[in-house]
């Protein structure tokens, strides 16, 4: 069984940064690519950004390119998301997610089989 586990969320004025992490259980982890989503109230989970297994390439939503990172150290199974010059428009529950081994799009929800339980991210303008 699959944990991910995600920290770092909380209330940041824009302009600021934050950067979140995701804890992930099990020996596998370096195995699979990873992604971050967030959801807004009344809104569909959305992408943000995606890593694939050896940390070599990333892709992100248009919406962060040029202000969010995203990485990950396999020795420690975690993965980060590096969230900077933040808008109000940024404020949503953000989730780390594992994606399918058989996937062929990494953009869409129904890509990633493990889910955390997300961590809030607040931007006051």
């Known amino acids: 069984q699959v944990q991910l586990v995600e920290s770092g969320g909380g209330l940041v004025q824009a302009g600021g940064s934050l950067r979140l992490s995701c804890a992930a259980s099990?020996?596998?982890?370096?195995?699979?690519?990873m992604g971050w989503f967030r959801q807004s109230p009344g809104q569909e989970r959305e992408f943000v950004a995606h890593?694939?297994?050896?940390?070599?390439?990333?892709y992100y939503a248009e919406t962060v390119k040029g202000r969010f990172t995203i990485s990950r150290d396999n020795t420690k199974n975690t993965v980060w998301l590096q969230m900077n010059r933040l808008k109000p428009e940024d404020t949503a529950v953000y989730f780390c997610?594992?994606?399918?081994?058989?996937?062929?799009?990494?953009?869409?929800?129904?890509?990633?089989?493990?889910w955390g339980q997300g961590t809030q991210v607040t931007v006051s303008s």
């Open positions: 997610a594992r994606r399918r081994s058989t996937a062929s799009r990494l953009d869409v929800i129904y890509e990633y089989d493990y």
């Open positions: 890593i694939n297994w050896n940390d070599r390439n990333t």
């Open positions: 099990g020996r596998t982890f370096s195995n699979y690519c």
